[in-house]
């Protein structure tokens, strides 16, 4: 149990482009989702918290305009990477936290976002 | 965000092994302290997580020691196998909200 999805699992872009990303728990409603950024070799960072239902909260630092997060379900979020640029090429990976209140996240595999 | 400190970078070990990996986390407003296993283009993997009220958790092969005075814990892996090369990285949460150590590249050699 307790499976989150990511599609797609890799993306290339032209800069300038937009990037949609999905995030769904498979076997779970999710009351929160996170959104994470992790560069080569680097650890992972906190983007933003998305509520089912209502704004996401984003870490300071990170653009709300060009990372747009909507979480319309308990089972999925999106992530979209507006107007990408290469600096933007990262590895995307979204969490979910089970709607009983439990602390612990489970992982997506990951997105890998190269843009051109 | 709050810093988490994780040390060694790397470290490689022969098989049979005990790896031990080191956090240091500096608000104790954290309250649940989890480490996550990650294999190279895959997301991370919860392996076994901690809260400070209790000093130590066993979980299979992985076990957690955590000293609440010193805001340190830390991951054992008994019995290292080649299978367990990976990074692995320390977190702390406060409402929810995971900050993670810098990670350490874990070699176990046959």
């Known amino acids: 149990g307790a499976v989150v999805s990511q599609h797609p699992s890799w993306v290339i872009c032209k800069s300038g482009t937009s990037v949609k990303i999905e995030c769904r728990s498979l076997?779970?409603?999710?009351?929160?989702m996170f959104w994470y950024r992790q560069f080569p070799k680097q650890s992972l960072m906190l983007m933003a918290t998305s509520n089912e239902g209502s704004k996401a909260t984003y870490e300071q630092g990170v653009e709300k305009d060009k990372f747009l997060i909507n979480h319309a379900s308990l089972t999925l979020s999106t992530l979209t990477v507006t107007s990408a640029h290469p600096e933007d090429s990262s590895f995307y990976i979204c969490?979910?936290?089970?709607?009983?209140?439990?602390?612990?996240?489970?992982f997506g595999p990951g997105t890998r976002l190269t843009v051109l | 965000q709050q810093q988490v400190k994780q040390s060694p970078q790397s470290l490689i070990v022969q098989k049979g092994g005990i790896p031990i990996i080191n956090c240091a986390y500096e608000?104790?407003?954290?309250?649940?302290f989890p480490w996550y296993q990650q294999f190279p283009g895959k997301g991370p993997a919860l392996l076994i997580a901690i809260r400070p009220d209790v000093s130590e958790k066993k979980e299979g092969r992985f076990t957690i020691s955590f000293n609440k005075s010193a805001k340190q814990f830390s991951l054992h892996i008994m019995d290292s196998q080649p299978g367990d090369s990976a990074t692995y990285f320390c977190?702390?949460?406060?409402?929810?909200?995971?900050?993670f150590g810098e990670g350490t590249q874990l070699t176990v050699n046959p």
């Open positions: 076997d779970f409603q999710a009351t929160t």
């Open positions: 608000n104790t407003a954290f309250d649940y």
């Open positions: 977190a702390a949460s406060r409402w929810s909200r995971l900050t």
């Open positions: 969490s979910a936290r089970w709607r009983g209140g439990s602390d612990t996240q489970y």
